[in-house]
């Protein structure tokens, strides 16, 4: 049974955010818990977009025949292979479609993340009912995979309503402790160095030559270079004056951690583009556009950027 769990229902249709998500082990159970609801969603004019894998999209188009041709669909593994980028797809679907009611499907916690990816699918997901609290009418549900599912990766812990099932588990301060908790700890055999104003070229140069070295492309090489520069300009301006930065290689990535003594209030940095006049937070949405991933924890013990860019 779906628990409806929009914060100002009326006339049957929810007017807040309403997150939920399912479980699936095949594609009749994936297309038994959407094409109701984006049928529904036609029926009611809203706008539809469906952001899954691709073996989703084929699933769902042969199950809604032409009804399909009403909605808009999306290879999640390409416009939200970075976490980080798929709130701000979201965002723009409001933007683009203001006043109308918007139902998407969004599956981020795809089949064939690495699990470094699926931590942030996870901690995006629990970000999610921050970044639209108070937006809508928008409703979202999110397919998972059964064979992804695990105790470190359950949907009840991030949505406030599980389809058929209970959400026991879920709680609002999940994106919180997330955010707060440092990232695993630098390997033993990463390069390390301290930095501060006056070594920025000489980080850009080391880095670079490290990157050509494994045999980054030089388009790849430049867009690391920026997003590092970023980052690290943010240790010396909001971290203290200084960082470390620690450089290695792991599963085919260029991996680069900066850390410093900083203390980042605002849990969605990097996933909402601030505003011209403000300060801060340009140089991570910078590097979540330009990096394969980037995490972001900040705490008592200070905060952690690491990026990850694939070599090849």
Known sequence: MLTDSATEPGHGVPTGFDHDAFVYIDGKEFVHHTAPLVRDALNAGDYVLVAVPPSGIDWLRDELGSCADQVDFLDMTHAGSNPA??????????VQHPGRAITGIGEPAYVGRT????EE???????????????????????????????????AENHPTMVDAAADDYSPAVSERMFRTPLPGVPANA????????DLTH???????????????????NDLALALHEICTNSIRFGGGRGTLSLWITGGNLICDVADHGL?????????LPPVEGLGGRGVWLANQLCDL???????????????????
Not at 191 to 198: D, I, K, V, Y
């Open 121 to 155: 699918a996870k901690l995006h997901e629990a970000l999610l009912n921050l970044a639209f609290e108070h937006s809508g009418p928008f409703r979202l549900r999110c397919p998972y995979d059964a064979s992804v599912v695990s105790a470190g990766l359950d949907p």
């Open 264 to 272: 980042i209030d605002d849990l969605l940095v990097g996933r909402v």
């Open 294 to 312: 980037v995490q972001l924890r900040s705490g008592q013990t200070g905060t952690q950027v690491r990026l990850h860019t694939r070599l090849r």
């Open 191 to 198: 390069e390390r160095t301290e930095f501060e104003l006056r």
């Open 203 to 221: 980080l850009r140069l080391w880095v670079n030559a490290k990157a050509r070295s494994h045999g980054m492309s030089p388009d790849r090489v």
């Open 85 to 94: 980028r798929i709130i701000p797809l979201w965002q723009r679907v409001l």
């Open 115 to 118: 699990p470094v990816e699926l």
